[in-house]
């Protein structure tokens, strides 16, 4: 696949910022049966392998903490959601030979699979805008600080991530105060107070935060954290809003996890609908 038009000089190791999900579809082909999903020993890219070795490395929670005072202010600029979802569609190379969907497309993709099966309007919005954090692609940040499994810094990496190996070289991995069970969290705090790995969850998460029902937010806050909601790691962390908002975020993960292959769909004759259920939550413009 082709290199971004907006590459940073940060460590790039894969050639579209989608491929990481390889990881999780396991086999490439379309055909490949829901059970070959997460299988991340078999036929994984060495492009994936690469860069969780560079997301377990770096993802610590210094680095954390100085990604929140950067993106939390959202400072960086002024737009829409419909606005956003075209930005992020510049994340496509459309001399790419290896796929002209767009992302807008792959985001429609999953939002028309929500509401093919009746579910409420929010939660089709949510499908609809859940990746629009990818945008911090195109602020320069690399890739290992835009998507993959999210995973809780300041505590014990749980064997449950994927490629945990690799956190032998993430200076916290050396923090014996940082590699107790609970390290600087106390049971039950709650999720909302631990800190995750950076992000286009956390990020979106706290652009749309006003905007959404609780369980629309902790699906974009969450979708990521495999290891959480997918493995059962980590539920010593949980508070009794987690729990209630856990079987939301389980809900909404088959919906991310197998639509990609799912028809293609028509966006022109999509766009008025959609531009339409995001006026009804979001105001015109939005800081992020």
């Known amino acids: 696949m082709a290199e971004f038009s907006h590459a940073s000089t940060n460590p790039q190791p894969l050639a579209d910022v989608d491929d990481w999900e390889s990881i999780h579809h396991g086999l490439d082909s379309e055909a490949s049966p829901k059970a070959t999903f997460r299988d991340y020993r078999t036929n994984v890219r060495?492009?994936?392998?690469?860069?969780?070795?560079?997301?377990?490395?770096?993802?610590?929670?210094?680095?954390?903490?100085?990604k929140k005072r950067t993106f939390m202010g959202r400072s960086q600029r002024s737009m829409g959601i419909w606005e956003a979802m075209e930005y992020l569609n510049t994340l496509v190379d459309e001399s790419d030979p290896d796929t002209d969907l767009s992302q807008i497309e792959h985001l429609m993709q999953t939002s028309e699979a929500i509401r093919a099966d009746g579910h409420p309007r929010w939660f089709i919005l949510t499908g609809l805008i859940h990746d629009l954090g990818k945008i911090?692609?195109?602020?320069?940040?690399?890739?290992?600080?835009?998507?993959?499994?999210?995973?809780?810094?300041?505590?014990?990496?749980?064997?449950?991530?994927?490629?945990?190996?690799?956190?032998?070289?993430?200076?916290?991995?050396?923090?014996p105060e940082l590699q107790t069970l609970h390290g600087i969290y106390e049971e039950g705090c709650g999720l909302d107070a631990v800190h995750l790995s950076w992000g286009h969850d956390e990020y979106l998460y706290h652009v749309v935060k006003n905007h959404l029902p609780d369980e629309a937010l902790a699906m974009i806050r969450y979708h990521s954290f495999y290891a959480w909601h997918t493995e059962g790691e980590y539920r010593y962390l949980m508070n009794d809003h987690d729990s209630k908002m856990l079987e939301h975020v389980k809900a909404f993960n088959?919906?991310?996890?197998?639509?990609?292959?799912?028809?293609?769909?028509?966006?022109?004759?999509?766009?008025?609908?959609?531009?339409e259920l995001i006026a009804e939550f979001f105001p015109e413009k939005l800081a992020w």
Do not use: M
């Open 254 to 275: 088959p919906y991310d996890l197998y639509s990609k292959g799912a028809s293609r769909p028509d966006v022109a004759a999509l766009t008025p609908y959609y531009q």
């Open 46 to 66: 060495a492009g994936v392998v690469e860069f969780y070795r560079l997301n377990h490395q770096y993802q610590t929670l210094d680095f954390v903490r100085e």
């Open 136 to 175: 911090l692609c195109l602020e320069g940040e690399p890739q290992w600080a835009v998507v993959g499994d999210t995973f809780p810094v300041g505590c014990r990496f749980s064997e449950r991530i994927v490629f945990p190996e690799f956190f032998e070289n993430n200076p916290d991995f050396a923090r």
